[in-house]
Structure formats: structure tokens, C-alpha cells
């Protein structure tokens, strides 16, 4: 032991400890004034809050969620909420009951996304079986890189990707669950380029001519994001024109790469879309195929996931474990820590089915369906055009503007509609939807059925409460 170091043993009674430790006896340790027995934390303390915690979740969040007489979200501008929310974080810490407050507070001025009156983003509704996933996970907090600290969530992930490469009509092929769709469009980048020249792995950009990459004038907005953040230049991502739905037009596509050829450029990858952002239109992908074959763009490489990424990190992927390590997955990812992600899919797809999950979609379809039939009937409603998808984007034309001629001027009052009605609906609490200009037309409401609590009253309301709170302008 070093001379510098404080080191005292006590015994149970507080005494410097000067014999001999008795066997049994436990004796108190100190470093450098701190003590080193047993735990600090205070665990019935902490069993119990996690029960509180629980049961208040299951009160103000679960049974919350399929009611509609609920509000969608307690407005409040930041200013303002920062006094209702104690933010402050303090040397010495709160008691259990002042933090069961604040997530309660918490609650109360979070959007419900669960809500079946959301349709703000294209995610909403409470899922019971994944939710119960992520309280798993969370509460197990794993990594999953390799088999030795998650063989139960690899085993999950290699189920569901093995399930929905079948459903797909591959005989094989391989895969990983991301955060999301931008990083999953930036593995998709990066994995193009690398199949085009391996080198860049280890060599980087050095040396590289210019490299091309093809992508839906609707394409989503990480595109741009993924070739910035790759060093590709937002200037080399060419956007395709796409047709009055939205849909990549193939001619224009092969233009476009005669035109980066003759430039001197390299074109490297094409990124079609089904069923884009706005729109939720889908590209003719076996025409895009053709092209791509004939110009010799990648589309799909087996095993290059883990040739892309792999850092063959010696404290991870250890090839001398004794166990099959083709099931540590973690050197096909960006990441290190990542999520189980996989599991919440799975805990959906065993409870419900493959049937269930189908039933899903075609109802969500259906309710689509159903309103566009209303939004066609409602006068001061009008289509944008009609939608492939469960996008529907539509204009809400209030009294004042009917008899209008649809000029500049009619078109400017219109484009001041809608961001009017959502303030009004987000102040009320009643219901949240989205809505944009898109390529020259003003602003204009997109509806997305993707919660499987919402109903055909939900629909009817949708329209009934956007009448209600412009029919005054």
C-alpha cells in the first residue's frame, strides 16, 4: 500500500480495527474517506419509487391512452413551461415523493403521442406488447454487440431479420436494426461506396474522383444529411424529377446518369423510395432496377455489412471465445452500444401474428380510404391528389375564400390556413396534424393512419374539429 494512500479499517463499531480481523466480523473499509462496504444506494428506497413510478404510468399514460375525451397535448410556450417544470438540478438530491411530482408534471405537458387523435408525425399510438418490450429492456439495460452480454436479444434480431428477409423473396441476406431511417439511409450511402472502392476503409477520401449518387426529388430529407456527414457533398446527390404523384420518373433517372458520366463523375448508387414522406408515393422500382443493372449501380452485396464496418476491436470480438462468434453482431454496426430494438417488433409480431400485423395495415388502409371519400363530400375540403398510400393531403378551404378565384391572391390567404388551425388546435388540446408547402403548393394538411387505436370516429372528428376551428376565417 502506498504511504499516501488513506486507507483505515473499522469494525462494526466505528473503532480502527488494530487485531487481527475475526472471521465473521465485518470490518468497515475506508479509501481516502470513503467508505467501501455494501451498496450506497438504498434499495428498498429505490423498489419503491420504481413501484410508484409504475403504477403512475399505468394510471396517467396506459389507461389514458384510448381515451378520447383526453387532450393530445397541454400547450404552453417554453418560457412559460420552464417555471411550471422544476429543471433545476441541485447539489443534494430530492425525496421520492417531490420526484414522483415531477414526473407526473413531466407527463401532463408531454405531447400523447399515443393519443388516437395524434396523427401529427408518422409514428403514433400505444403498442401494450412492445411497450412491455422496452420496460424489459430498459430495466435489463443490455448492449447488443456481442452474444456474451445479450444472447437472448442476437438470437431475437436474427429471428425477425431472418423472418423479414423471407417475407421479402430473398434466399438470403443480411441485416441490422438502427435508430432509424436517416441511419439507416447513411449505412445505405456508405455501404454503396464502399462496394464501388473498399480502399476508402482504410485509405479514406484521398484520391477518390468525384462519386454520384441518384435519389427522388421527394426523397427524405436525411439524404442530403447522410452525403454531408459522409464526405460525399450535398452537391454531388442528384434529385430525380419525379411525376404529378411523386413517383421517380425512370426516363429521367437515366438522364441524369449520362449526365454525371459525361460529366467526368462517378455514379455510384441510386436510392428509390416506397412510399415517400409528403406523398407516400412509391417509385417504380423494377424499372429503377433495370437501369441500375444496365449502368451497373449497386443494389444488393451479402456479407458487406461486416466487411464495411468491421474495427476487429480486440476486447470485443475476441475469435478465441468458446462459443460461435459469427453471433457477435456488434462489428457490422457503426455503433458499439446498441438497443434492442428487434425485441419490441418481435414481442408485437408473437402476440398478434404475422395475420395480425397484416390486419393492421389494411385497416389503416382502409380508414384512408374512408376519408378521403369524406374529404371529397365536405365542401371546404379539397385533395391534393389522390393518394396511393395512407397519405392524405388535403387543403381546408374556409367560407371566406369558397367563392375566391383561385389566383396568387387566393393562394397566399390558403397558405395562411393551415398553420392557423394547427395553433388553434394545439391550444385547445383537441388533435395534432400535420402540415406543409410542398414543391410550389402552399401549405396544406398531411394525414398519416398509422396508430392501431384509431377508429372511423376519429376520422369523422378529424374533419368535423379542423371545420370547426377555421370555419371563421
Known amino acids: ?106 407527463i401532463r405537458y408531454s405531447v400523447k403521442t399515443n393519443h ?8 403514433a399510438g400505444l403498442d401494450y406488447y412492445s411497450l412491455v418490450a422496452r420496460f424489459i429492456t430498459e430495466a435489463l439495460n443490455p448492449s447488443v454487440y456481442t452474444y456474451e452480454v445479450s444472447p437472448v436479444f442476437l438470437l431475437v434480431e436474427e429471428a425477425v431479420l431472418k423472418k423479414m428477409i423471407e417475407f421479402i423473396g430473398w434466399k438470403e441476406g443480411d441485416g441490422i436494426f438502427n435508430p432509424g431511417g436517416s441511419v439507416s439511409n447513411m449505412y445505405a450511402m456508405n455501404l454503396a461506396r464502399y462496394k464501388y472502392c473498399p480502399g476508402i476503409k482504410e485509405k479514406g477520401l484521398f484520391g477518390l474522383p468525384r462519386l454520384i449518387l441518384f435519389t427522388s426529388a421527394e426523397c427524405h430529407y436525411s439524404m442530403k444529411k447522410a452525403a454531408s456527414f459522409l464526405g460525399i457533398g450535398t452537391e454531388n446527390v442528384y434529385f430525380v424529377e419525379t411525376d404529378g404523384r411523386g413517383k421517380m420518373i425512370p426516363e429521367e ?7 454525371a458520366k459525361q460529366e467526368g463523375a462517378v455514379p455510384f ?39 464495411c464496418y468491421s474495427a476487429n476491436a480486440s476486447y470485443l470480438f475476441q475469435q478465441d471465445k468458446f462459443y460461435d462468434v459469427s453471433y457477435d453482431t456488434g462489428d457490422k454496426s457503426i455503433q458499439c452500444s446498441r438497443r434492442p430494438d428487434a425485441f419490441k417488433f418481435w414481442m408485437t409480431w408473437k402476440a398478434i401474428g404475422t395475420l395480425g400485423l397484416e390486419d393492421r395495415v389494411n385497416r389503416a388502409l382502409a380508414l384512408s380510404r374512408y376519408l378521403v371519400e369524406e374529404i371529397k363530400k365536405r365542401e371546404g375540403f379539397k385533395l391534393l391528389i389522390e393518394p396511393e398510400y395512407a397519405n392524405i393531403c388535403f387543403w381546408y378551404i374556409p367560407p371566406s375564400l369558397r367563392t375566391m378565384e383561385e389566383g396568387p391572391e387566393f393562394w397566399a390567404k390558403l397558405h395562411l390556413v393551415a398553420p392557423t388551425i394547427k395553433e388553434r388546435m394545439m391550444k385547445k388540446g383537441s388533435l395534432m396534424l400535420g402540415y406543409q408547402p410542398h414543391r410550389g403548393k402552399v401549405n396544406f394538411f398531411r394525414q398519416v393512419v398509422i396508430s392501431p387505436q384509431v377508429s372511423r370516429e376519429d376520422m369523422d372528428f378529424l374533419l368535423d374539429e379542423i371545420d370547426l376551428l377555421g370555419r371563421d376565417m
Open 1 to 106: 500500500m502506498s504511504k499516501d494512500q488513506n486507507y483505515s479499517e473499522y469494525s462494526e463499531e466505528g473503532e480502527i480495527d488494530q487485531e487481527e480481523m475475526v472471521p465473521g466480523k465485518k470490518t468497515a473499509v475506508l479509501v481516502d474517506g470513503i467508505l467501501l462496504n455494501g451498496p450506497t444506494t438504498d434499495a428498498k428506497a429505490g423498489e419503491n419509487f420504481v413501484k410508484e413510478a409504475c403504477r403512475l404510468i399505468m394510471e396517467e399514460v396506459v389507461l389514458k391512452s384510448t381515451n378520447v375525451n383526453e387532450k393530445v397535448c397541454e400547450w404552453q410556450p417554453p418560457e412559460q413551461l420552464k417555471k411550471l417544470l422544476d429543471l433545476e438540478m441541485r447539489a443534494a438530491g430530492e425525496p421520492p415523493h417531490t420526484l414522483l411530482e415531477l414526473c407526473q408534471d413531466v
Open 116 to 123: 388516437p387523435r395524434f396523427f401529427n408525425q408518422l409514428y
Open 253 to 259: 433517372l437515366d438522364k441524369r446518369i449520362w449526365q
Open 269 to 307: 448508387l441510386v436510392c428509390a423510395t416506397s412510399g415517400t414522406t409528403v406523398l407516400g408515393a412509391f417509385d417504380p422500382l423494377d424499372a429503377i432496377a433495370d437501369i441500375c443493372e444496365r449502368h451497373g449501380l449497386w443494389l444488393h452485396v451479402d456479407d458487406l455489412l461486416k466487411r
